[in-house]
Nanobody, 124 residues
Framework: VQLQAFGGGLVQAGGSLRLSCAASRRTAMYAVGWFRQAPGKEREVVAASGRSGGGTTYRDSVRGRFTISRDNTKNTVYLQMNSLKPEDTAVYYC???????????????????WGQGTQVTVSS
């Protein structure tokens, strides 16, 4: 499956962005996740959802501010990001996997397919 992420940009602290990830195949067949990587840091999970939307998980620092969702009719996964903070600044990647077990949905190594990344910059 091919993934294309877009929607990043520059926003002031407290603002919102919605990232989109368009997939070339049915998203209902895959576990999907949003990950981010800041300079000098490891890639980390932001939010992830198991196949057919089950087993959603969020990073503690974004819980209550970010929401992962998917529109299976459009084969698109979204990440709505509200109340953005400067520490949310990173390149955001979407990922998909068709053999990701629920206990591993937060593990980037469990995903086989990755989008190209989109930069999110939050200014203070």
């Amino acid at each position: 499956v091919q993934l294309q992420a877009f929607g990043g940009g520059l926003v002031q602290a407290g603002g919102s962005l919605r990232l989109s990830c368009a997939a070339s195949r049915r998203t209902a067949m895959y576990a999907v996740g949003w990950f981010r990587q800041a300079p000098g840091k490891e890639r980390e999970v932001v939010a992830a959802s198991g196949r057919s939307g089950g087993g959603t998980t969020y990073r503690d620092s974004v819980r209550g501010r970010f929401t992962i969702s998917r529109d299976n009719t459009k084969n698109t996964v979204y990440l709505q990001m509200n109340s953005l903070k400067p520490e949310d600044t990173a390149v955001y990647y979407c990922a998909a996997g068709n053999s990701v077990i629920l206990s591993e949905i937060a593990n980037p190594s469990a995903y086989s397919y990755w989008g190209q990344g989109t930069q999110v910059t939050v200014s203070s």
